[in-house]
């Protein structure tokens, strides 16, 4: 499994991608709402940061608008994934996209027949949303084991990437369900560096260390 950084933000992808594991981005409005610069603006830096896919999500809720807004996205850099969300209308851009071959990421999946139906209609990513589903008491994790099993099941090459992930046990379990990438925030991928374990070892060396020099 790969890991995505779930941000707009420019200094956090710079944190992310000096780590040395970042293999993209995801944004969506709501976290470009928080930045204080123009969508477009922001995406040619990340873009110019960031050699993996940037996932850019369109607002028009019908089709034309949506390959409109889409193609000015991707004319910003050749790593940009158009984020379409899952809605007939996004279906149609989707497929629309794919004939392009422009690289689109079906976000907001709530269940397994809409992942199948995204990746029918051409879908490079899925973005089944874990965090959502656990806090209205279903089993987020639950459904990525289902997208990945269907998947492979029919040999759909479609990738998952598992989203709305909000702790460290997100993460292993996205992994070990089948999910190719994690788009995490930031937080949540230096949460993953720490083990109370890691930091009382170190400090021992240390401690081990100046005793003796
Ligand atoms: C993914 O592409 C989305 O941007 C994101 O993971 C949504 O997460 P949230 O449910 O924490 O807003």
């Not at 999500?57 to 910003?76: H, P």
């Amino acid at each position: 499994m790969k890991f995505f950084v779930d941000t707009a933000n420019i200094e956090e992808i710079r944190e992310a991608n000096a780590l040395g594991v970042l293999a993209g981005v995801t944004t969506n409005p709501s976290l470009v709402a928080k930045e204080n610069i123009s969508f477009h603006d922001r995406l040619k830096e990340i873009t110019n940061e960031v050699d993996g896919s940037v996932s850019a999500e369109v607002i028009s809720e019908d089709a034309e608008g949506m390959v409109n807004e889409g193609k000015d996205l991707a004319a910003i850099a050749p790593n940009i994934t158009v984020k379409v969300p899952m809605t007939l209308e996004g279906l149609k851009a989707v497929k629309q996209f794919s004939e392009m071959n422009i690289k689109t990421n079906v976000t907001l999946i709530f269940s397994a027949n809409q992942a199948l139906l995204a990746a029918r209609a051409g879908a490079t990513y899925v973005s089944p949303f874990i965090g959502r589903l656990d806090d209205i008491g279903q089993d987020g994790m639950n459904l990525v084991s289902q997208i990945a099993e269907i998947f492979d099941l029919h040999g759909i090459e479609t990738e998952i990437i598992a989203a709305s992930v909000r702790h460290p046990v997100h993460v292993t379990d996205a992994a070990s369900h089948g999910a190719h990438i994690a788009t995490v925030p930031l937080k949540v991928l230096k949460q993953l560096v720490k083990h109370p374990l890691t930091d009382a070892g170190i400090e021992k060396f240390l401690a081990d260390w100046k005793k003796q020099n």
